[in-house]
Nanobody
Framework: VQLQAFGGGLVQAGGSLRLSCAPSGFSYYRMGWFRQVPGKEREFVSAIARSGGTTYYTDSMKGRFTVSRDNAKNTVYLVMNKLKPEDTAVYYC???????????????????WGQGTQVTVSS
């Protein structure tokens, strides 16, 4: 079981990035994106269900961030537009294995985690 996130980098404020996460070795029920700034708790960003594609967002990111999935490629994407310096963080993808995994907003309810990818937004 492995998750791998790609796509972080340095971008100017107002710019865009696309993060990708490709789980291998299992079929996820729901994939989530979280972010964390040093010294702060990990924060829920977005999530998407594999079946049906229901999406979830933190209100502050709704309209700027878009989560999607390509089941044929078993890949989940997070497109981040109009990035702000306060979006700077390490972004993680995480997977829930089943409907019984729990709440999509709670990081402790995700069984599998990828390594983080750094997103830095300069002003």
């Amino acid at each position: 079981v492995q998750l791998q996130a790609f796509g972080g980098g340095l971008v100017q404020a107002g710019g865009s990035l696309r993060l990708s996460c490709a789980p291998s070795g299992f079929s996820y029920y729901r994939m989530g994106w979280f972010r964390q700034v040093p010294g702060k708790e990990r924060e829920f960003v977005s999530a998407i269900a594999r079946s049906g594609g229901t999406t979830y967002y933190t209100d502050s990111m709704k309209g700027r961030f878009t989560v999607s999935r390509d089941n044929a490629k078993n890949t989940v994407y997070l497109v981040m537009n109009k990035l702000k310096p306060e979006d700077t963080a390490v972004y993680y993808c995480a997977a829930q294995a089943s409907i019984f995994s729990g709440n999509y907003r709670r990081d402790r309810d995700y069984e599998y985690w990828g390594q983080g990818t750094q997103v830095t937004v300069s002003s």
